[in-house]
């Protein structure tokens, strides 16, 4: 967390004017395209013109009541989908990815295929059905510092249509209490430090660039303890958190393996106290006690 990351727009056009419909997805001053499109519309967006080209496509739903995706690649996107992934009945969401150039060609389409199975499987986040990771195929030092760029990208899109397979929630070890508000102090927005105790529980988070982050070392309950209450979007975190091994048992607790950042206090502290509950009292200002809602009011008077 450096504080100088540069802002960036994404363009997103509902191709027939409804939010659960086709749309594209383009930054400025990239060649990239990205198609989104749900399985009900799939034949009329194998008719688009981007879908003959060469690149990658994303398929996404569920089995069993569990995520489930299939990453693939082709020289014509449209084909693939057609030949194999059309008879996979689980999948209710694609996203084809191209160039809008239509220059990416087969080795431009393996590499990317091959890096997206890498960083999904290492997040663990969404099952694959791919079997297999493919090889890396050999590329030129210049192909491939283009196709990591391109990734990149990729990997901010994605997410931003809030497809969560990618989405990276840990945040580096080197980070604590004390180097946050170390960098804090030298910022015109300091981090804020936050804790939460109970008798089975002790969390220290902080909240940095609109992130509240759980600190490595925090300890929760070994179990979700909220009766009832396991298949609330709360509860399916914990099991996630716990599925990934971002939370290790730990003798009659959890404790957080990595930092960990959540979007709300009220999603970290559910998970901290293993049952659901309302962040803005359970954390308290680090060294005043001061429950985050009335800590969160202050600041917005300042204001």
């Known amino acids: 967390m450096t504080g100088d990351a540069q802002g960036r727009s994404l363009e997103l056009f509902f191709i027939d004017g409804k939010p659960d419909g086709m749309l594209t997805a383009k930054f400025f001053n990239w060649t990239g395209h990205v198609l989104m ?29 569990e995520p489930l995706a299939y990453i693939g690649e082709g020289v014509d996107v449209s084909k693939r989908i057609e030949i194999q992934a059309i008879h996979r009945d689980w999948w209710t969401q694609a996203i084809l990815i191209t160039s809008a150039a239509n220059n990416l060609n087969k080795a431009h389409g393996q590499y990317l295929e091959s890096r997206l199975i890498e960083e999904a499987r290492a997040l663990g986040r969404v099952a694959l059905e791919n079997a297999t990771t493919p090889p890396r195929p050999p590329l030129s030092e ?25 989405l990276q929630n840990i945040r580096p070890r080197a980070m604590t209490a004390d180097t946050v508000i170390e960098a804090g102090n030298r910022q015109a927005e300091p981090a804020q430090v936050f804790e939460l105790r109970t008798k089975l529980t002790y969390a220290t988070a902080v909240l940095e660039e ?17 009766k009832k209450t396991e298949n609330t979007t ?5 099991a996630d958190l716990v599925k990934t091994g971002i939370l290790v048992k730990d003798g009659a607790h959890r404790v ?34 001061k429950p985050y809602r009335d800590w969160e009011a202050e600041k917005l008077d300042d204001e």
Request: hydrophobic share 40%; glycine share 10%; aromatic share 12%.
């Open 142 to 166: 210049a192909d491939k510092a283009d196709m990591e760029a391109f990734l990149a990208n990729i990997l901010m899109v994605v997410p931003a249509l809030r497809i969560d397979c990618f």
């Open 256 to 289: 957080f393996k990595e930092n960990y950042a959540f979007r709300s206090p009220s999603a970290a502290a559910s998970v901290v106290t293993g049952r659901p509950t309302n962040g803005a009292f359970e954390w308290k200002v680090k060294d005043t006690g």
């Open 234 to 238: 709360y509860g399916q975190l914990f």
């Open 37 to 65: 499109t749900p399985r009900t519309q799939i034949s009329e967006a194998l008719k688009r013109e981007e879908s003959h080209y060469t690149g990658i496509y994303l398929l996404f739903g569920e089995r069993d009541g």
């Open 210 to 226: 609109g992130e509240f982050i759980v600190l490595e070392g925090a300890k929760t309950p070994a179990s979700w303890v909220g």
